[in-house]
């Protein structure tokens, strides 16, 4: 076999500070830098590379002191300098708008950066292409795989709690109470009534909150390489504007994802299987910070799921 050895004109680095769904509407950016011959390294939150393909790109904590110090005024630490040496190219969407960021990023990297808006989509444009157009690529939208060891832990899941195989996976929650909808748990009563099973995840942002679905077999706090693994198991999915949506889509699971108060257009999950039900304007007797179920029936999304794996 061929040893494919890197030069530093392949060596990039990217730092993004986004949540998971944000960073997954980027991986198709940061997938068109790699087909085009970048040696990719990417500073993120660690939780999130155990949702990325293995040895797609080495792994930075965007936590760590070195990037901090890319915010300071002292003098550059050594340690920061030998982080940042021998790439050719630093895209950033952190710092935007600091100058001293800007002038930092220029000196460590060797043939120059850029600092990106976080969010500046234009109208009608997908958040994938505008992170894609941030660096001059045409996004590459790919199937994320299921690691082999998750998948094996996803199927001891399901003998375990013998799921059989018409399970539901359900993500009750998002980043936000607002764009929760209310119906979950009554969906849930009724696709358990047809004698199917339902799988209920739960991660950081339900760290309080009791189990979400009564009765549900509760995937909670695990690593998100076994999160992709029960949502590709599972043969239909039901989630918010959230990042495990995203994780859905780009897994090839099929399913639905609810809009209320954000623009699908801009945040749809990404791969054909995830279709999206929006209800965007808000309820006369609930108002518009809660997702209601009058706002989106209980009937329409069931009818609508159980179409989806049509």
Known sequence: MRRVVSTVAQRTLALFPGALGDLL???????????????LTLAAREAWFAALPENAVTALSIERREIADLFGTAPLR?????????????????????????????????????VHPFRDLRPAEHASEYYARCVGVAPVVRRLPVRPPA??????????????????????????????????????????ARGAGVVAIAGPAEADQPPPLRDAVLVRDEPLDRVAAALARAARYLGNDSGI??????????????FGPTDPVA??????????????????????????????????VLAALSQSAE
């Open 151 to 192: 998948a094996e832990w996803a199927d001891a899941l399901w003998r375990r709690h013998a799921l059989g195989d018409d399970v539901l996976a359900i993500h009750p929650g998002s980043g936000s109470a607002r764009k929760n909808w209310q119906g979950m748990a009554e969906l849930a009563e009724r696709w358990r």
């Open 78 to 114: 050594r340690a920061t300098r030998e982080l940042f040496a021998g790439f050719a190219r630093v895209e950033s969407w952190t710092g935007y708008g600091d100058a001293n960021v800007a002038r930092r990023l220029a000196e460590l990297s060797l043939g120059g950066a850029s």
């Open 245 to 258: 949506s995203h994780l859905a889509g780009m897994v090839g699971a099929r399913g639905l994802a609810l």
């Open 25 to 39: 509407c980027c991986w198709p950016a940061l997938e068109g830098l790699r087909n085009r011959g970048a040696v």
């Open 267 to 300: 945040w749809r999950p990404l791969g054909a299987g995830i279709r999206v039900l929006a209800a965007p304007h808000a309820c006369d007797r609930c108002g518009a910070d809660r997702f209601c179920a009058h706002r989106l029936p209980v009937d329409a």
